[in-house]
């Protein structure tokens, strides 16, 4: 059975009541194919679902999950059982999912949990979600320098268990401070005899308050597996290891993509309500900006009475500007967020958009000064709309490039509010400039 | 010193000229650093920079280099020159540069390299770039089940080393097929005299013609850090690290964000021309649509000459569908792309959509039918805006989740095409309704 089979015998058997067999499907998914299957399901569905899944997998589901998904499936369950969900997973899966808590119900799940859990969970929540603090698990083997290989691999023996995702030892000195890697590849292939602090590698560890952000790029450019995580004195607090790193990538890819459209959160079932009330600010912000265009309209009525064919042209000044204006945005938003961008090469980039737009320009005014010379018989029209294209399109690379700049700059993301601010520019100036310059040139008298 | 300053000091290095200096400076960046800085440059300065880099660095940096970027410093190189650069690189390093070389260069290159490196290479060079095939390497160690763990880690010591980002020895009988893996961890804390056999786990491996796509879906579900790909026999070919699907994320996540954008590359500095080429065909495919609203606003002339205060209101209706729309559009989009969307819930998404669209539409309308009525002094006219508004906005969330789905299901890729046909449906609509409605209730007999 394919993924999509599969899929389709579990509703079949959900909106049949077979719930033994729902229950007997769910047992042959993996805990993150359950999480990809309830973020897929409208809510009710989701939550009968949700109600089927055996108590031991719940915790693991929680983990894989997205946020507001999540956040949705924990408006179900009661402190107890967040508790014992959270119970065996690790130390940072289980804080993150803390973290979609209502902040009153923290108190009383962390106090669900027994002691020793309960003190390493909130020793991660005490980190914002978004730095490596917040990221780091705490699951992790420490050894000391002064040991010999030969000791190491038998304490390992001894141990019978390496947490997941571990490709190293941490070596710490007496006061926990941090020393260096022992890596799993140098514990096997070197000399027994030799000692740990000559084995290991003294790769810098990374400080808790490092944005969850740079730690990513770090694991992108270092080709890492787990970086050990140290506090202001170098005491060693934890390490993040790369599937946490992954999630980081795919959510922040996902958050500039859901931003530049206004939208917040990623859950495709969300409430209509709590939905439309969302996008409802957005489409408010871009009724002010689409008034202000229409006010300029408006100064132009007289203009527009005497010569009806700018009405009929005037979008496509604003939209072609809209267009160009979005692909220089577009560029810098991706730019500014891969740190590609900075104050030593933000002018070349803008004299290179700048180029691109007057190129485009000019071409598309030919193009559409024809067009419009034809359909209206009228020369000086298409001259008029020509121009006013090629203005708009190089103020739209300018906007383009100025705009997330700017907005990066006073702290402002430039995906959310970015969008917006350039269609005001676009439109704003395309009309302007279109029905100005008519009114200058084209009027009789 | 951070990033910024080393930066500004070594661009003040090379535009004065002080070639040692900036050598000096390079040789302190790891080389995802330098290919980062390389990413950052115009190309002027990319290429004086490009050649102060050590030969012996070139292929670790082409390797953590961008795809555009990297085609443009490989313009710059003679066929020897890149087969030195990429010699001591993973084979699959190697190879994904090669794939970024014009195709008749690709054969001098590996005439370059020694017999064994160019049959490594040309192995994953037969696999598509995007596929399990293209993204593996064949550095690995594979072991046989019928020998002790004992018998393994003195082989181990023996090699002297393992290659990068290996978290399990591959077990395979002698036909070479796949057996299952044995985890560094389980060779580390299970008893000597245990078998490789009946310690080994039997994770599948997959097939060489998966997508990279579901490459990275698996890596992100599993938690993995490597995995071996396997022909359609059964038989080991590679094996697939977790730095690798890194990148496969972050460009799918880039994709993503460009292609909506109309943008094809991801060169910040591409050649204006070449950036205004590429473009302009996006910017004419607009203007097509542009003209098609526009051909719509021409059929109303009259009434437009009527009543003027029509064209001064019109672009409302138009922009807020274009803004509804792109908000279903995206979300769409995101979830088609991460496997969220199918044929069991796209009917209750367009339904949640279809709802939301409606909600928006209704408080909307009435804040511009107020509006339009005390700026104009005519309640019927901002009546009727509220009508268009509402009904433009239904059928974008229509079009915002229909879109998508139509040009998934023929193959079409919907981040690239959905903007335009979403924004030519909402403009038509916008236009037609508004100054539709206008003609039959507004004007004089």
Known sequence: MNENQRLESLLEALSSEQFDRVRALLSELHPAETADLLESLPPKARV??????????????????????????????????????????????AADILQDLPEELVGSVLLSMDAQNRERVASILSYHE???????NIDMIPVRADVTLDVVSRYLRQLGEIPEQTD?????????????????????????????????????GISADTSAHDVA???????????????????LLG??????????????????VLSMAGLGEDDLFAPVLSSA?????????????????????????????????????????????????????????????LGQINKNNSRALMFKELAVGAFNGLIWACVVAVVAWLWFKDISL???????????????????????LTLKRIGVDPAIAGGVLLTTVTDVVGFMTFLGLATLFLLPG
């Not at 390490?239 to 500039?256: K, Y």
């Open 48 to 93: 009968k679902i949700w109600d089927l899944i055996e108590p031991e997998f719940e915790g693991d589901v929680l983990a894989h999950t997205q946020d507001a998904v999540r956040a949705d499936l924990l408006e179900h369950m009661q402190p107890q059982e967040v508790a014992e969900a959270t119970k065996d997973l690790e130390t940072d899966d």
């Open 130 to 136: 978004d730095t490596a603090g917040g990221l780091m």
């Open 168 to 204: 190293s030892l941490i070596v710490v000195d007496r006061q926990n401070k941090y020393l260096g890697l022992l890596s799993l590849a140098n514990l096997l292939t070197r000399k027994h005899a030799a000692t740990v602090g000559e084995t290991m590698t003294t790769e810098a």
């Open 217 to 235: 790029k770090l694991f992108e450019q270092r080709d890492l597996i787990s970086v050990p995580v140290i506090d202001h004195e170098g005491k």
């Open 239 to 256: 390490r993040i290891t790369v599937d946490d790193v992954l999630d980081v990538i795919q959510e922040e890819a996902g958050h500039t």
């Open 277 to 337: 009330k969302h996008r409802a600010v957005w489409l408010g912000i871009n009724l002010l900006t689409a008034f202000l265009a229409s006010w300029v309209i408006g100064r132009f009525e007289d203009t527009i009475q005497q010569l009806v064919a700018l009405a009929v042209l005037m979008p496509i000044v604003a939209s072609m500007g809209g267009v160009a204006g979005s692909q220089t945005l577009t560029l810098s938003i991706r730019g500014l967020a």
């Open 382 to 404: 298409g001259v008029i709309l020509g121009l006013a294209m090629i203005i708009n399109l190089i103020v739209a690379a300018l906007a383009g490039a100025l705009i997330p």
